[in-house]
Every structure is written in structure tokens, then in C-alpha cells.
T-cell receptor, first 114, second 117 residues
Framework: DTGVSQDPRHKITKRGQNVTFRCDPISEHNRLYWYRQTLGQGPEFLTYFQNEAQLEKSRLLSDRFSAERPKGSFSTLEIQRTEQGDSAMYLC????????????FGSGTRLTVV | AQTVTQSQPEMSVQEAETVTLSCTYDTSENNYYLFWYKQPPSRQMILVIRQEAYKQQNATENRFSVNFQKAAKSFSLKISDSQLGDTAMYFCAFSAYSGAGSYQLTFGKGTKLSVIP
């Protein structure tokens, strides 16, 4: 068990470009969450997967955002036509079962849009 | 919708002393879970302690304990014998079944704790 891995750790992109982040959860965890954390704020929920099915999306997840979890393993979060307001830390978390025992978070991907 | 409020943006404590971080929440749910997470400067969020709302007994994990007051919707974290490694952002978080299958977390804005040698 190597924990939740996220790649890349940092990403700097120009406004209007597309970016993709990857999350590798703990292997036996069937639930996967994406959160966004801006400076001085707590993380905010973006989307949730149970196995390969995306079951819930936040209203924060605009049409420019898309997430996938093929085969219920790793997950990707893509942002199209990035805007400066997308600059944030993107956190991935996974859990086994309901997650009432708490999740395991990755170290996050820091996105800076210039 | 659930809300979580942490009224102390920053706190400091002397090493070996005790500090209490405050958290209040608002919900209409009866069954839910409460958590304290620690986020050191290295960024990875680490679970410190959890509490199930149906349990009256306050949770304890080594030097960390909570004071859970369900009627008052209060969930404070007490850190005893503070250590330099406790320096971090501390987030209070709430979780309940969402209806869509998730137990998504709702976080407060955090309290930055500094432990002073």
C-alpha cells in the first residue's frame, strides 16, 4: 500500500490550454473523490466515483471539467480551456466502502494558470 | 446543505502545552460523521480523529481528543502535550450520506496552528 498518488505535483499552464491530472488510489479502494482547494480555503467537493461509475458531480464542475475512472482503477481530471480562476490545488481521495472511516488523500496537484 | 465553521483562523501554542481548536456545524441530518484533518506544509491531508454522531462518547486518539456536543452542533479538537510536528493547518469536516451514494466531505476554512518551541 503506497497510498494515493497524484501526478503531476505542479502544473503551470497558459490560459486557454487543456490540462489533465492523474490520481492512482489505494488499490482496494472502490470509492474515489476529487476536491479543489483554493488558497486560504478548505477543500471543496468536485466529483465522486464508485468503481468506474461517476455517481455525483458538484455544481462547481463546469462543462470545461471532465473526469473519468476507466476500469475502476486510476482516475483522470481534465480541464479544458483553462482560466485563471482554475488555479488551485486539486486533491484526490479514496476510500473503501462508505468512507465513514475517513478517506486517504493524495498530496495534490497544484495548478497555476498564467 | 451542510456548513462547517472554524472561527479561529490562526492559533499558537507553546510546546508541551494544550490547545483547543473550535468547530461548529449546521445540518438537518441525524446520522453523520465528523472529522479533524491535519494538512502540514507538505500538503497531504491526514486524518487525525473521527466521531460518529450516534456515539455519545468522545473520540480519543493518543494526544488528540474531541469534545462533541451534538445538541450545540459543536466539535472541538484538543491537542495535549503539543509537539513541533503538530504545526499544520487543521480542518474540521462533516460527512453524511448524500443520496447519490457518496459520503462527500464538507470542510471548514481551517485553523493554522503553530507550535512554538
Amino acid at each position: 500500500d503506497t497510498g494515493v498518488s497524484q501526478d503531476p505535483r505542479h502544473k503551470i499552464t497558459k490560459r486557454g490550454q487543456n490540462v489533465t491530472f492523474r490520481c492512482d488510489p489505494i488499490s482496494e479502494h472502490n470509492r474515489l473523490y476529487w476536491y479543489r482547494q483554493t488558497l486560504g480555503q478548505g477543500p471543496e467537493f468536485l466529483t465522486y466515483f464508485q468503481n468506474e461509475a461517476q455517481l455525483e458531480k458538484s455544481r462547481l464542475l463546469s462543462d470545461r471539467f471532465s473526469a473519468e475512472r476507466p476500469k475502476g482503477s486510476f482516475s483522470t481530471l481534465e480541464i479544458q480551456r483553462t482560466e485563471q480562476g482554475d488555479s488551485a490545488m486539486y486533491l484526490c481521495a479514496s476510500s473503501l466502502g462508505q468512507g465513514s472511516g475517513g478517506y486517504t488523500f493524495g498530496s495534490g496537484t497544484r495548478l497555476t494558470v498564467v | 446543505a451542510q456548513t462547517v465553521t472554524q472561527s479561529q483562523p490562526e492559533m499558537s501554542v507553546q510546546e508541551a502545552e494544550t490547545v483547543t481548536l473550535s468547530c461548529t456545524y449546521d445540518t438537518s441530518e441525524n446520522n453523520y460523521y465528523l472529522f479533524w484533518y491535519k494538512q502540514p506544509p507538505s500538503r497531504q491531508m491526514i486524518l487525525v480523529i473521527r466521531q460518529e454522531a450516534y456515539k455519545q462518547q468522545n473520540a480519543t486518539e493518543n494526544r488528540f481528543s474531541v469534545n462533541f456536543q451534538k445538541a450545540a452542533k459543536s466539535f472541538s479538537l484538543k491537542i495535549s502535550d503539543s509537539q513541533l510536528g503538530d504545526t499544520a493547518m487543521y480542518f474540521c469536516a462533516f460527512s453524511a450520506y448524500s443520496g447519490a451514494g457518496s459520503y462527500q466531505l464538507t470542510f471548514g476554512k481551517g485553523t493554522k496552528l503553530s507550535v512554538i518551541p
